[in-house]
């Protein structure tokens, strides 16, 4: 038996949705898992010669939480990735890499655990569900997380939309980036990004790029982080400078995500040249949406 199972790069918060908003992107780890003698792990693409390539590799790590908590054996296989998702860049690897490890022990143990399940148990695992929402269920994905169940709801996009994710090569955990953020907020605060939040997905849900851009704007996670990365704030200036219809931190950073009606190189070369002017090498992304969510196939 082979299982392939591909997943999406996510783009979690959008601006003002801190752990509640998230995006599937066109950019796939797609990763093949056959029966074998032992836990192994390949990685090729993103991540090679970093990720573990045995029992500690993630996707191995997860598949068994899932047979330890349903009181099943796992068995043994290799899994062989080809990993788009950059680790540690605010695209959702880590969330990936948990959806493809519980999707593979669902199969292998045989239990068929619903999906709902499994996203309850991706988001306990990761802590906030806007990643692996999107992630499992394509498009953009409204998600809360109470008490270890996730509600969450797919918003259907209107139009098109165009998307330059820059990514400078500065390590930023997501442990970090969370660390930074403070431990209470004003209800100013609270009430600006409530309300941006609602109106950020009916600017996806209409396709009106114009309110897109004057509602993404964050003041509870943002403005932390930033600090933290060198050249971002300018790099999201760039971007706008150079017609993006909005732009915001990537999840948790250190990337960035530019949004537009259509592809302008312009805008990955303004971003490219700020975080540059940080020091720093910056690769470009030009990504489409992916309306489409984990796709599990098993011959
Ligand atoms: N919502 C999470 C955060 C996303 O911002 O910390 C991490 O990718």
Not at 53 to 70: F, K, P, Q, W, Y
Not at 73 to 101: D, E, K, R, Y
Request: proline content about 5%; glycine content about 10%; charged content about 15%.
């Amino acid at each position: 038996m082979n299982i392939t199972i591909k997943v999406p790069a996510t783009s979690a918060n959008l601006g003002p949705g801190f752990d509640t908003l998230g995006l599937a992107l066109d950019m796939w780890n797609e990763t093949t898992v056959t029966p074998a003698d032992d836990f192994s792990v390949q990685v090729n693409g993103e991540g090679a010669g970093r990720l573990s390539s045995g029992r500690n590799n993630l996707i191995v790590r997860t598949a068994h939480r899932l047979a330890d908590r349903v009181g099943k054996m796992l068995p043994p296989f290799h899994a062989n990735c080809v990993n788009q998702i950059p680790l540690s860049s605010g695209m959702g690897s880590s969330a990936a890499a948990i959806l493809t490890g519980l999707l593979t022990a669902n199969v292998l143990i045989g239990s068929s655990l619903p999906g709902e399940e499994l996203l309850n148990f991706a988001a306990e695992i990761e802590g906030h569900a806007d990643n692996v929402a999107p992630a499992l269920l394509g498009g953009l994905v409204v998600s809360t997380l109470e008490k270890k169940k996730v509600i969450a709801r797919q918003i259907p996009i209107g139009v098109d939309i165009h998307i330059t994710i820059a990514l400078p090569d500065f390590y930023l955990s997501t442990k970090q980036a969370r660390a930074a953020l403070p431990r209470k907020i004003t209800m100013k605060d609270t009430i600006r990004n409530i309300s941006r939040a609602v109106l950020v997905t009916e600017a996806f849900r209409t396709g009106d790029l114009i309110l897109l851009g004057e509602t993404m704007t964050d003041t509870l996670h943002q403005p932390y982080r930033l600090k933290l990365i060198p050249g971002a704030q300018s790099a999201m200036d760039g971007a706008r400078l150079a017609g993006a219809a909005a732009v915001a931190l990537s999840g948790a950073g250190p990337s960035v995500i530019a949004f537009s009606s259509k592809a302008e190189a312009g805008i990955g070369e303004a971003m490219k040249r700020t975080f540059g002017g940080a020091g720093f090498k910056v690769r470009i992304f030009q990504l489409g949406v992916s309306s489409r969510g984990a796709d599990i196939h098993i011959q």
